[in-house]
Every structure is written in C-alpha cells, then in structure tokens.
C-alpha cells in the first residue's frame, strides 16, 4: 500500500504565488517519476509538471517558467512552487507517483488540493 498526502493548496490572488506538497509513505522500494496533474470542472485531467529520479522534468506549455517542481529522494516528497498565477490556473490539483513496492510496480493518486486563483 503506498499512500500520498498532499498540502498547501487554497485561495490566492492573482499573481500570488502557491507551493503544493505531496509525501509518498509506505511499502516503497524505489520511485520512478513524480508530478503534478490539474483538472478544472469539466474538463480532462492534464499533466502539469513531472520529475524523474533523476531530476529530469518535464512541463506543460501553459505554466512554464512559472513553475517549477522539485524533490526530496529522502522523503519521497514532490514540490510544486506556482508563482505569477493567473485565473485560468484554477483547478484540483493532484499528486501522481509511479514506483515500485517489493511485489509489483505501481501508480497512486493523491486525494487532490483546490487551488484558487481569484481577486
């Protein structure tokens, strides 16, 4: 079982800046890649930002140079900085870790963090 709590969304302004937290805990043997996907009411959940093990990133064309992602191998934790934030950023924010137990491969969602980008 690999569980992931995320934090440090909520209401900002525009232009604010935010930064989300996600901690993997459990039965992990490695993790692979981490990110950050986004999904406004009715729309498709997206990729926002992704890290490999190897700090290799990758970022939607919508927020680069606006964001930036990080992490800690230590912890298992995976950082998402948002700043200049703009409306249209508005959506659940989920947590996305693809990894290893010692029995099998797996892939696990956090619980989603509202960010709201508002005046």
């Known amino acids: 079982q690999v569980q992931l709590v995320e934090s440090g969304g909520g209401l900002v302004q525009p232009g604010g800046s935010l930064r989300l937290s996600c901690a993997a805990s459990?039965?992990?043997?490695?993790?692979?890649?981490m990110g950050w996907y986004r999904q406004a009411p009715g729309q498709e959940r997206d990729l926002v930002a992704s890290?490999?093990?190897?700090?290799?990133?990758n970022y939607a064309d919508s927020i680069k140079g606006r964001f930036t992602i990080s992490r800690d191998n230590a912890k298992n934790t995976v950082y998402l900085q948002m700043n200049s934030l703009k409306p249209e950023d508005t959506a659940v924010y989920y947590c996305n870790v693809k990894g290893a137990t010692s029995r099998a491969d797996f892939t696990s969602w956090g619980q989603g963090t509202q960010v709201t980008v508002s005046s």
């Open positions: 890290i490999t093990s190897g700090g290799r990133t």
């Open positions: 459990g039965t992990i043997f490695s993790i692979y890649a």
